[in-house]
């Protein structure tokens, strides 16, 4: 819930920053804001912002419809996101191009990234004795930041395609910590435990309009 107040949040502020910046002339050489979406993660709404010729500063409201992987057994389970997932993104950019018009080419930047994800898992553990089903209910957040490169082209009517590449640190909160190896109920919740955090790539596939 807090995590979808934080997006409705920056959708607001993006939404009323660009209005009061509608009124600026929007040639193809000064545009300075982009509405974009990334076709990776389809119901994504983002909105960038260019402070001078160089810079950027972007917010992003994120979403991801539910999904699945896996068998119950499986070393992990049959792992599903119970609910849509939400979260946000802020970037901040350097455009190393030197092109006139802003917000063009090859860019340099750093991003921050927070999502909430309540993820259900369903695991048959079996034993010389018999087999039973577990079943789990693990509320999550993944907190995650890095750094990124990548290129954006700015068409002469304003249709933009945005893409990136990043690696960064991740960190997975709310994964319980169990210490009790005999009880097998409670296995998965250590095999998810090794991936609470890491190292880890981020790709992003975005299209957009700028004005």
Do not use: W
Not at 81 to 97: K, N, P, Q, W
Not at 105 to 133: C, E, M, P, Q, W
Request: hydrophobic share 35%; with cysteine; glycine share 10%.
């Amino acid at each position: 819930m807090r995590a979808r107040v934080k997006i409705y949040a920056f959708i607001l502020l993006s939404i009323g920053v660009a209005t009061s910046l509608k009124s600026q002339e929007t040639t193809s050489k000064n545009r300075l804001n982009v509405l974009k979406t990334n076709i990776l993660s389809p119901l994504s709404i983002g909105y960038e912002r260019g402070i001078g010729q160089h810079f950027s500063l972007g917010a992003y409201g994120l979403y991801f419809p539910s999904f699945s992987f896996g068998q119950p057994n499986d070393v992990l389970g049959h792992v599903s996101l119970a609910d849509l997932s939400s979260g946000f993104t802020v970037e901040a950019r350097y455009y190393t191009s030197k092109q006139k018009a802003p917000l063009n080419g090859l860019y340099l930047g750093g991003y921050y990234l927070f999502r909430i994800a309540d993820v259900f898992v369903h695991k048959t553990v079996t034993s010389s004795n018999n087999r039973s089903d577990v079943k789990a209910y693990i509320p999550s957040d993944l907190t995650s930041y890095g750094l990124m490169i990548g290129k954006q082209k700015m068409r002469t009517k304003g249709f933009t395609t945005d893409v990136n590449f990043g690696i960064g640190y991740y960190s997975v909160g709310n994964i319980p910590t169990i210490t009790d190896d005999n009880n097998e109920s409670f296995k998965i919740f250590n095999q998810l435990s090794k991936l609470r955090s890491g190292i880890g790539p981020r790709v992003n596939l975005c299209l957009g309009y700028a004005f």
